[in-house]
């Protein structure tokens, strides 16, 4: 008997893959309220969103 199911061209592919590099928290805010208008305590983690790519505080 011949399959006549149907299947997806994107069915032999994975969805997604991630690349997460290992993360090194070496300062800290000293400010906590600074730290409360940022979302985090870490100002590494501190990558506000622009619409187009990430711009990294130094």
Not at 29 to 50: H, I, M, Q, S, W
């Amino acid at each position: 008997m011949q399959d006549y199911l149907y299947r997806e061209p994107s069915d032999n592919f994975c969805l997604a893959m991630a690349y997460v590099p290992w993360q090194h928290f070496d300062k800290l805010y000293d400010d906590l309220e600074k730290a409360y208008r940022y979302g985090t305590v870490f100002p590494e983690l501190n990558k506000p969103f622009t619409g187009r790519r990430c711009v990294c505080n130094g």
